[in-house]
């Protein structure tokens, strides 16, 4: 699969490569490394199109200075770029993320081996740890999950971990379904994983929907998981920016879901719902 690379220098830095990082994740970039003078950015060839980025805000921002280059990517060792950049994630000092060179930390309760390869959700992006930290609070057991998503799996893998009855986990990206199959059996967790979008949903009921995705998807899909939720369900989205809350919030309760917690880690939130007929 050959892939874009686009390499921005940013100044100053923070905030704004967080805040670059949120518009791409919009359009269909899919990995995001940070570099000394700013960011590497990768995009698949068929979706890199002339201008795609160039009317993005920021551009036309006078408190920061984003200039950029873009190169075709050489085909990468995924892993071994993961193994040079990817520290384990500790989440409340309950969940331990790492992978397999990484030592085990038998005092901490929850436990996921992650081999992320080119896939979303290693715990190291805000969306992901907030989301973590938030199933922490909600009540798994014998409860009926839908991941959409799913990246490396590791929500529906916690989920599951967390004794829920039955879980779903559905990727657009080849990629990501193969690695999500792959992280739940290194877990010895069972996950029906499933290749595509929200169109796959079909009469399944869920006691509670994950969605780490983007704005954009969210907004367009939120109708569709609310036909797949059961009375009384939650559904807890993330993939947003701390000044979508209101679009997200007002689109929820057309669908009839009430706000009831957000978390937030660098301006990054998370944000459960509840679905009341």
Not at 150 to 168: C, E, P, Q, R, S
Not at 244 to 270: V, Y
């Amino acid at each position: 699969m050959k892939y874009k690379e686009y390499q921005f220098n940013i100044e100053p830095l923070e905030p704004w490569r967080e805040i670059l990082i949120a518009y791409l994740a919009e359009l269909p970039f899919e990995s995001f490394v940070e570099s000394e003078l700013g960011l590497l950015a990768y995009i698949k060839d068929e979706y890199d199109k002339e201008n795609l980025i160039e009317d993005l805000p920021l551009f036309s921002n006078k408190e920061v200075k984003i200039s950029f280059t873009k190169q075709g990517s050489p085909d990468i060792n995924w892993n071994e770029e993961w193994e040079k950049n990817f520290p384990p994630v500790l989440v409340e000092n309950k969940i331990y993320l790492h992978t397999d060179f990484h030592p085990k930390k038998d005092e901490i309760p929850h436990q996921i081996l992650i081999e992320p390869k080119m896939s979303f959700g290693t715990g190291h992006h805000e969306t992901t740890y907030n989301m973590l930290n938030a199933m922490l609070e909600i009540d798994f057991k014998n409860k009926d999950v839908l991941d959409m998503g799913t990246g490396t799996g590791v929500l529906a893998i916690f989920a599951k971990m967390l004794d829920a009855n039955y879980v779903d986990a559905i990727d657009i990206d080849h990629w990501s379904y193969q690695n999500a199959i792959d992280n739940a059996k290194k877990n010895n967790m069972h996950i029906n994983v499933q290749l595509g979008d929200a169109s796959l949903l079909g009469q399944q009921n869920y006691d509670i929907i994950l969605a780490n995705i983007n704005k954009n998807i969210l907004l367009q899909d939120i109708g569709a998981y609310v036909k797949n939720l059961k009375p009384k369900g939650f559904l807890l989205v993330s993939g947003i920016y701390e000044h979508d809350f209101n679009d997200i919030i007002k689109k929820a309760n057309l669908h009839g879901l009430n706000f009831i917690k957000k978390w937030s880690k660098n301006n990054w939130i998370s944000i459960l719902l509840n679905y009341e007929l």
